[in-house]
């Protein structure tokens, strides 16, 4: 629920939220009024009012959220006129504490279930201005010949709030409570949108830094090996130009259906860019390119995807691990550098801090 006001009042607001709320604010006003109905018809009782009067709370307690609901569903901004129906709650609030001579229990009782209301609906502000709406209702009702102040309240009055003071508050809390885990749930499907690639499924970069650099300070905490794999696919762009991009987005998703499958719970696969990914790993150089090794023939499938040279050969270049001592991140570390320079060279020349991982069987005689 909006704290301020303007925020509420946004004529940018889309028609479909502006009918929910109003939707909600029915079902509440329902009950709320009902409630009320009884609260007031108790002081009405023991003061023995016209027919009129009962008259008048009926009408108001079954008629007015029937016709508010309408209303505000057929305007062009139903957020504001669900706001104007929500003043004119307050004002019929005011309008009955003046007729029952503002008994003390049942006018404490209603002012405040109805401020608890509207500052869950608009904030302070908001509340102001309903409180403004009432005050002038009662006023204008106190004006009129005949009232009478009634001090004192009776057992009557005294119970007949109750209903409306113990179901009220549970049922606003109520709906408070399922509408914070709706945006609570919106939040995290946001959170996690934001830190996934969305063709590769893996973690987009940003977020992949982010995970690695927090993982490398434990580690180096800690005193354990850590190091960082960079994988390149080979001729991804002749891919693309000779078969499409959809078949290169293929390619790109079982690369990283390798990566989810082979690598370990606690290694963190990402997408770092175009059609290089890359993973941390908590063991030394040696053995964190092993379970790129074992996913190689997976990532190959020729019945399923034509361009089978570029699915089967893959470049993978393992930074040196870091040391416990040493105040090198991955950032710092020569496997970023070393995915670049070292596909433009060739395998002899390629960093020491380098190794080439490539299917088995198909380049087992190439050098």
């Known amino acids: ?106 006018t404490a009782v209603i002012f405040a279930m109805m401020a608890m209301d509207k500052v869950s609906v608009g904030g302070l502000r908001f ?90 300070q434990r580690c180096r905490r800690i005193g354990h090996l850590s190091s960082v794999v960079m994988i390149d696919i080979d001729h991804f762009k002749s891919i693309n130009d000779r078969y499409g991009h959809p078949v290169g987005d293929a390619v790109i998703r079982s690369v990283a259906g390798v990566l989810r499958s082979a690598l370990r719970l606690h290694d963190v696969p990402g997408r770092y860019g175009g059609e290089n990914s890359a993973s941390s790993s908590r063991e030394p150089a040696s053995r964190a390119p092993k379970c790129s090794r074992r996913g190689s023939a997976s990532a190959s499938n020729p019945r399923r995807w034509r361009p089978r040279k570029a699915c089967t050969r893959r470049r993978a270049w393992v930074s040196p691990p870091s040391s416990p001592g040493t105040r090198t991140t991955w950032t710092g570390s020569r496997a970023p550098t070393a995915l670049f320079t070292g596909r433009r060279k060739p395998a002899a020349t390629a960093p020491r801090a380098t190794r080439r991982l490539e299917h088995p069987r198909r380049h087992r005689g190439e050098r």
């Open 127 to 216: 509340l102001a201005r309903c409180l403004a709406a009432q005050a002038a209702a009662a006023a204008l009702v106190a004006m009129a010949p005949g009232f009478e102040l009634h001090p004192l309240s009776s057992t009557v009055e005294r119970l007949a709030t109750l209903p409306l003071l113990v179901t009220y508050p549970i049922v606003i809390g109520l709906t408070t409570y399922r509408l914070a885990r709706r945006v609570r749930s919106q939040n995290q499907t946001l959170a996690a949108l934001s830190s996934i690639d969305g063709l590769s499924g893996l973690l987009n970069r940003s977020h992949w830094e982010a995970v690695v650099a927090a993982e490398f």
């Open 1 to 106: 629920m909006n704290p301020t006001l303007e925020q509420g009042e946004s004529s940018g607001r889309p028609q479909d939220d502006g009918l929910r709320f109003a939707r909600r604010m029915h079902r509440l006003r329902t009950l709320g009024l009902a409630l009320g109905a009884v609260c007031v018809g108790g002081a009405l009782w023991d003061q023995g009012a016209h027919a009129l009067a009962w008259a008048v709370l009926l009408l108001n307690a079954l008629a007015w959220p029937h016709i508010a609901y309408p209303l505000a569903r057929r305007s062009g901004n139903p957020y504001r006129a669900e706001l104007r129906n929500l003043m004119m709650d307050s004002a019929s609030g005011g309008a009955w504490m003046a007729v029952i001579g503002f008994s003390p229990p049942p």
